[in-house]
Each structure stands twice: as C-alpha cells, then as structure tokens.
C-alpha cells in the first residue's frame, strides 16, 4: 500500500451527476475528495459553496479536502466547517491576515492547509508552521482545471524540508497539472498528496480506479 495519498478534483467532474460521481471515486480508491470553491474576483472562475459541500456530504465518508479561492476568505469558514470539510485550505494571498484565519480554522476543530500560488515564496509560510496541518503548492496559476504542469519542483523540495524541521505530520499536497508523468517528480521532490482533476475524470467512471492507480505509479 502507498502512502501516496489521491486527492481528485471534483472541478473536472460532471456537475450534473455531482453525488455520483463522489461516490464514484470514493469506490475507485479516492483518499481525499478535494473540493475546488471559486469566487470569482480571488480568481477568474465562479464554482459552488458550502451548500454544495453539505449536499455532497451524504455521498461519501471520506476526508473533504476544501480549497477555498476566494477573498476574503475568513467570514466563510464557518459555513464550510458546518458543510462537513474535515481540512480547510486558504491562499497566503487572499487576505492579510493569514495567521488569524488559521488560528479560526483550528479553533474550529477541523484541520488547515495553507496554499500558495506560483508566485509566492515558501518563506511567506515560515511563521505560521506551527498552525499548519497541510501546505498546498499550487502548479498552475489558479482558476481551472486542464492546464499545464508548472515545475516547481525546488519549491515543493523547500517545503518538505521545512516540515521535516518541525517533526510534525503535515501533508504536502501539489495541485495542478498533476498526470502520472508529472506525478512521479513531484512525488520524488517530496510531496505526499497529488490533486488531481483532469488525470482522473478524462475517462469516465470505469477508469476512475485505473487512472488512480497510475498517478499513485502502480
Ligand atoms: C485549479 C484547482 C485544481 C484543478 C486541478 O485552480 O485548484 O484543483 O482542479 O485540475 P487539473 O488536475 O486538471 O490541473
Ligand atoms: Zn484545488
């Protein structure tokens, strides 16, 4: 068994079928379900809220790893944590106060992630470790789903050693572009959860387990 955790991206599902096609990668071996949201102002793409989590709840007892893209971000923590995620991510650059926001998401009980864009550096991070259960590299500029792999792959490398410093157990999860080629480099580089969107959906259901299985490189 790996301990390469999947993460599919249900941007890249059939929104018409959203239950289902949850369902469908719990059954094909899903470890997270990561839940792209979307504002439309953080970035240039509109998606869904809380509601839609809480709906999609019902399909699935595996971890609801929430992306939030939006700013600000702190008025709607509560409403996802309410919806069911079990870890909470928010951007570095969504608002200035990013150690108050990952003191609410823990006071909360639920894990939290912080995400960066390809911009930003690993350093911005450095201050706020201690609070951390998750970093999100980013590896495409975000907003969509289907583009191409950026290699930061002496970021991802960073920031596996600044987890390694603290001892603790935090996730370092890569998002974007991630397809079985691209996965084996950011998995050497250190990285211990793989989103995925694209490399999973392409195929429809009965692949979902296959195209799995081959971003963990089985
Ligand atoms: C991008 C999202 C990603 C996206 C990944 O803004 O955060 O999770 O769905 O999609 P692929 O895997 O297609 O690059
Ligand atoms: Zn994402």
Not at 37 to 65: E, W
Not at 90 to 95: L, T
Not at 111 to 136: C, F, Q, R, W, Y
């Amino acid at each position: 068994m790996s301990d390469i955790k999947i993460a599919p991206s249900i941007l890249s599902s059939d929104f018409s079928r959203l239950g289902e096609e949850v369902a469908a990668i719990d059954k094909a071996g899903a470890d997270y379900i990561h839940i792209d949201v979307m504002d439309g102002h953080f970035v240039p793409n509109l998606t869904f809220g809380a509601p839609v989590v809480k709906a999609i709840r019902k399909s699935t007892q595996k971890t609801f790893d929430v992306h939030l893209m939006v700013a600000p971000v702190d008025p709607l923590i509560d409403s996802f944590v309410d919806a069911g995620s079990d870890i909470i991510t928010a951007h570095v650059e969504a608002g200035p106060h990013l150690h108050r926001t990952l003191q609410h998401i823990k006071a909360r009980g639920v894990k939290a992630g912080v995400s960066l864009n390809p911009h930003t550096p690993i350093e911005s991070i450095k201050h706020v470790m201690d609070l951390v259960d998750l970093i999100l590299i980013m590896t495409v500029n975000p907003g969509f789903g289907g583009q191409s792999f950026i290699p930061l792959l002496d970021k991802i490398a960073d920031a596996r050693r600044m987890i390694n410093a603290t001892g603790r157990d935090i996730d370092l999860e890569v998002d974007g572009g991630v397809n079985p080629q691209t996965a084996k480099d950011v998995i050497a580089a250190g990285a211990n959860v793989l989103v995925a969107g694209t490399a999973v959906f392409k195929d429809g259901p009965e692949q979902y387990a296959n195209h799995i299985r081959s971003l963990r490189g089985e």
